[in-house]
């Protein structure tokens, strides 16, 4: 075999090869201040559904859940529980008898219009996912008041600190001449939380361009679902991004090589926050499009392994959430 048929040969396989190990991003579209899509696949049958949105445009939209009076866990007030699918129930057959679930009728219906919604921190579960309200882990923030974490104690999962992505106000824009940034656990939240919009948390996950490895409680090899949000280096983008939980196994691993974490720097991530996953990760995106109206995840929870309701999947009820009017 001649030497350029050999060297012709040798380039298709490297060719071969980088493809094999990166995302392909397909169904790539705009709306507004969005930007979205699917990774390896069609909306119907995929492993990852992304957002970006454009902080110049869409900062001031974006907001998270506010305290709820009648919500005391632990002697804590609380957050009433969200549920994601809320946005436009009439269209999901996964629900089935959804007037004989407490979950439901309690909902927190402040996002239900929202164009975008998407889980967010860790929270303390203590009714197998049947809960009205939920108590947060890590520091979240609502227009400057503290919704969790407030403790250093409550800032860990999985005795494990969390960091934090902070939305800042227009007080906060001015002062520190950003929309957004990705902070420590030992940031000072009293002194500036004055300047926070909005705030979730989640483990550290890439640091300025950096692969940060995963605490051990979540297996790197798992195949449970994932949420992550993420933040350009130029801090005006956020990329969210949800691994698909409409089948089995359709999780993905955690390590650097991993697919799920490669498609966060595909898509423009600087630093990023590995969200709450398996049935907690979940995504909805409002085209406003009548006859493709939504681009969402799948559920991955089934609810007659809770309570025997219901044997179809369903969205898990969710205290904190990111949404985006």
């Known amino acids: 075999m001649g030497h350029r048929v050999k060297a012709l040969l040798f380039v298709v396989a490297m060719i071969v090869a980088w493809a094999a190990l990166t995302p392909a991003v397909v169904a790539q579209d705009t709306l507004d201040y969005f930007t979205y899509g699917t990774v390896n696949g069609t909306q119907l049958n995929t492993n990852i559904v992304y957002v970006k949105v454009d ?3 869409a900062w001031d939209k974006i907001k998270t859940p506010g305290l709820d009076g ?3 866990q632990e002697g804590k007030p609380n957050v009433r529980m969200s549920v994601l699918k809320n946005v436009l129930p009439e269209q999901n057959p996964q629900f089935c008898d959804m007037e004989n679930l407490q979950w439901w009728r ?3 219906q402040s ?3 929202d164009r975008f919604v998407m889980s967010g921190n860790f929270y303390k579960s203590v009714g197998d996912y049947n809960e009205t309200c939920g108590l947060g882990l890590g520091v979240s923030l609502s227009n400057g008041t503290w919704i969790s974490g407030e403790s250093n104690d409550d800032r860990k999962v999985h005795e494990t600190l969390t960091s934090t992505l902070l939305i800042f106000n227009q007080e906060g824009r001015d002062k520190f001449h950003k929309y957004a940034e990705i902070v420590a656990s030992t ?3 009293n002194t500036n939380r004055q300047y926070v919009q909005a705030a979730v948390s989640g483990y550290l996950f890439k640091n300025r361009g950096v692969f940060v490895a995963q605490p051990n409680a979540i297996s790197p090899n798992g195949t449970k679902p994932r949420a992550a949000v993420g933040i350009s280096q130029d801090g005006k983008t956020l990329i969210f991004l949800a691994i ?5 196994n359709l999780g993905d691993d955690l ?7 490669k498609t966060l720097g595909d ?3 600087y630093s990023a926050l590995n969200l709450d996953g398996s049935g907690s990760a979940q995504l909805v995106l409002q085209k406003l499009d009548a006859d493709n109206p939504l681009l969402a995840t799948k559920p991955s929870d089934i609810r007659n392994k809770l309570n025997k309701v219901c044997s179809k999947k369903f969205f898990r009820p969710i205290p904190i959430v990111i949404g985006i009017e």
């Open 267 to 269: 898509l423009g991530a």
């Open 70 to 72: 009648q919500c005391v």
């Open 255 to 261: 390590k650097e090589t991993g697919k799920f974490y």
């Open 55 to 57: 902080l110049e445009q």
């Open 106 to 108: 309690g909902a927190d």
């Open 244 to 248: 698909n939980g409409g089948g089995e």
């Open 187 to 189: 940031y000072d939240f």
């Open 111 to 113: 996002f239900k219009n």
